[in-house]
């Protein structure tokens, strides 16, 4: 009985860089899909969703944002589907009253 034998399998590195951006940072890629997992608030013990946002670039290269309300309500109005070349501008905080703030993005299409 004849046995092939395997070609080595090659790795290719997989892991994604995870994007906190700053006000006036931005970020852009292709929306690829997004996950939702538990997370644990350290300084209350409330657990919560996070969703995270997969993205890839042109060159190929992954990253991870994490979505908050004013992330969800920017991509939600501008209507980012999976598959859009996207840019996503961090503004700055905005007052929602009561002591609240939220994150302020703009979403720019490719053309």
Known sequence: ??????PPREFK???VE??????SESAEGT???KTTGPWTDKATGE???LTRLHFEREDGSKFIIFEDGGLRNALANAMVKEGDFIRIVKGEKTPMGGGRTVNQYDIFAAN
């Open 1 to 6: 009985m004849q046995t092939t034998q395997q």
């Open 13 to 15: 590195k997989v892991s």
């Open 18 to 23: 995870i994007l906190k951006l700053e006000p």
């Open 31 to 33: 929306l690829k899909g």
């Open 47 to 49: 657990e919560k969703e």
